[in-house]
């Protein structure tokens, strides 16, 4: 099976590099752009039957710092 | 003093660091591999190096807070060793949960690297005994993710329990309340951005660095 991990900044915390990509847009000529956030996209190929509470186990100590960011878990399960 | 400085894969700033320690405590440093599960016997202060751990991968420091040594350094932490993290080893010790808060991209998204004022605001801890509180010093910086961010409740006990070490006299990183540098609770972990091992001798330009050494050596052999 598959899982998708999606790390987020915790809103209110400055994100330079959003920042950086929306003025990056702009100078493109892209109007009407309000805000930009970057996060990550972490893919996990997992061992079949891997419970939710291990993958949360994962992003808790690992894969995003919970002092700064949220994380968001996708199961795809894969086609049999 | 029997001191340790870890080495993680991409620290760049242990050799350095080790030549401030033996010049200052007259005795070199163990150097300590991150795969190590254990310090060296009687190991009585702990560095973490600047650098780039882990090509800063996923977050500065984060791999490198997760490796085998950093449990041994946090038991030693709990015991009360002095443990000082430089730059990249204040990104390992906020990671690790022994320092609150993040560092983040710096504001301007521009690496800094200049020498920069700070502010000593605490002059009782075991590493700032020989500055005058107050005191105005130079220390250079050389950084990315300097930009210490932590929530308000958070920043006001770090300010109301004196645990603010350094902050910068100047705009730097965009920390919050210019923060450089703080303690742990106990006051025996502290991690900052500034280099004090590259202000340690004339050739350097400025020693300002050295009095921090001179400090812990002080606390330490006491």
Not at chain 2, 123 to 129: D, E, Y
């Amino acid at each position: 099976m598959k899982a998708r991990v999606f790390v987020t900044l915790k809103p209110g915390v400055l994100d330079p590099q959003g920042k950086a990509i929306h003025h990056a847009l702009e100078g493109l000529g892209f109007s009407g752009v309000q805000d930009v956030r970057a996060g990550k996209l972490i893919e996990l190929e997992l061992a079949d039957g891997t419970s939710d509470i291990a993958i949360e186990d994962m992003c808790r100590k690992l894969l995003a710092n919970t002092v700064i960011e949220n994380f968001r878990i996708e199961r795809l399960e894969t086609a049999a | 003093m029997r001191s340790a400085v870890i080495v993680f894969p991409g620290s760049n700033c242990d050799r350095d660091l080790a030549v401030a320690i033996e010049q200052v405590t007259g005795r070199a440093p163990a150097m300590v591999w991150h795969r190590e599960s254990e310090l060296p016997d009687g190991t009585d202060f702990i560095a973490l190096p600047g650098g780039f751990s882990y090509g800063d991968y996923l977050r500065s420091g984060a791999m490198a807070a997760r490796s085998p040594i950093m449990r041994a350094v946090s038991d030693a932490a709990s015991r009360g060793v002095p443990v000082l993290g430089i730059c990249n080893g204040f990104q390992v010790l906020t990671e690790t949960g022994l320092l609150p808060g993040a560092l983040m991209r710096n504001a301007g998204l521009n690496f800094v690297c200049r020498p920069v004022g700070l502010k000593v605001e605490n002059s009782q801890s075991l590493f700032t005994s020989q500055y005058d509180a107050g005191e105005n010093i130079i220390i250079p910086v050389a950084h990315h993710d300097g930009n210490f961010q932590a929530d308000a409740s958070t920043l006001d006990r770090l300010e109301g329990e004196g645990r603010v070490a350094f902050r910068y006299t100047e705009q730097v990183n965009g920390s919050s309340r210019n923060i450089a540098g703080i303690l742990n609770d106990a006051g025996n972990v502290l991690g900052m951005m500034p280099h004090p091992e590259r202000a340690l001798e004339p050739a350097h330009g400025n020693t300002d660095g050295r009095r921090l050494f001179e400090g812990l050596l002080e606390t330490v052999a006491a």
